[in-house]
Nanobody
């Protein structure tokens, strides 16, 4: 069983940056591909970014490509989401999720394919 805890959310002005972290419990973190999703009020949860279990590949939603960067540190059981040039439309609750050894875009961009979820962290972009 993998437990995930996100941190790093907060209030930031448009154009600012935040770095989200997701700490995973257990000794099998390196076997899980990791994703970040977000959900704004009244909207469906949407894919943001993903990184394969070995860190070899990354995927991004078009809306964040070039602004967000996903990375992982398997020695620290942590996945990160560096968010730059933030916009008001990035406001949402951000969730990290784990998928066992997933590698394809079709799998890693779908929330239904993830086995474990964190509780979420709020990101608000406003002046």
């Amino acid at each position: 069983q993998v437990q995930l805890v996100e941190s790093g959310g907060g209030l930031v002005q448009p154009g600012g940056s935040l770095r989200l972290s997701c700490l995973a419990s257990g000794r099998t973190f390196s076997t899980y591909s990791m994703g970040w999703f977000r959900q704004a009020g009244g909207k469906e949860r949407e894919f943001v970014a993903a990184i394969t279990w070995n860190g070899g590949s990354t995927l991004y939603a078009d809306s964040v490509k070039g602004r967000f960067t996903i990375s992982r540190d398997n020695a620290k059981n942590t996945v990160f989401l560096q968010m730059n040039s933030l916009k008001p439309e990035d406001t949402a609750v951000y969730y990290c999720a784990a998928n066992f050894r997933g590698y394809s875009r079709d799998v890693l961009t779908r929330s239904s394919k993830y086995d474990h979820w964190g509780q979420g962290t709020q990101v608000t972009v406003a002046s």
